[in-house]
Every structure is written in structure tokens, then in C-alpha cells.
Nanobody, 115 residues
Framework: VQLVESGGGLVRPGGSLTLSCATS????????MRWYRQLPGQERELVAH????????KYSDSVKGRFTISRDNVKRTIQLEMNNLKPEDTAVYFC?????????WGQGTQVTVSS
């Protein structure tokens, strides 16, 4: 199983980034997909979720209206479009595949929002 995130980097407040996650080694359409983020010394926070079949999405209150999660079941990828970024969005972002009891994780990609 592999999940590989890309697209992180340094961006100014108010800017945008799009994260991508490429996956392999599991039956992608059977898994809900999620983006988490984590600050040093803190627990991972679930920021966005997309269901496996209907594509229904849910977001944490902190990112609702600014972030958009999407999935491509043919390419086996997910994306997180992040707009109007704020310094408090600075974190390591992780891609996650979930189908109870399985949790598969990527290695994370750093997003830094700073002027």
C-alpha cells in the first residue's frame, strides 16, 4: 500500500495551494479518503473527508468554505484545493484511506503559510 502526497510548500496569507495524493496497493473505490493535518506536539486533525461512492464531502469548521476535497476513482488520486490560506493552516498534511478497520497513511507534505 502506498499513498504519496505532493504539492505542499510556502505560500503567503490569502494564497492558494492544491495538494495531491497518489495511491496504489489497495482497492481505491472501497475506501473513503481523507486529509488530516498535524502541528508539532499535537494530534492529527481531520480537515476533509470524501465518501467512497457518492463523493459526499465533509469539512472541519476551520476550513469549511476555503478547502475542497475531490477524488478521481480512475486515476486513484485525491486532491485538496486550499484557498484563502491563513497562517493557522500551517501544518503537515496527510492523505488517509479509511475502510474500517483499515487506515492507510501517506508520509505527509508540509504547508507553510507565512508572509
Amino acid at each position: 500500500v502506498q499513498l504519496v502526497e505532493s504539492g505542499g510548500g510556502l505560500v503567503r496569507p490569502g494564497g492558494s495551494l492544491t495538494l495531491s495524493c497518489a495511491t496504489s496497493g489497495f482497492i481505491f473505490i472501497r475506501y473513503a479518503m481523507r486529509w488530516y493535518r498535524q502541528l508539532p506536539g499535537q494530534e492529527r486533525e481531520l480537515v476533509a473527508h470524501i465518501t467512497k461512492t457518492t463523493g459526499e464531502t465533509k469539512y472541519s469548521d476551520s476550513v469549511k468554505g476555503r478547502f475542497t476535497i475531490s477524488r478521481d476513482n480512475v486515476k486513484r488520486t485525491i486532491q485538496l484545493e486550499m484557498n484563502n490560506l491563513k497562517p493557522e493552516d500551517t501544518a503537515v498534511y496527510f492523505c488517509n484511506a479509511y475502510n474500517y478497520p483499515d487506515h492507510f497513511w501517506g508520509q505527509g507534505t508540509q504547508v507553510t503559510v507565512s508572509s
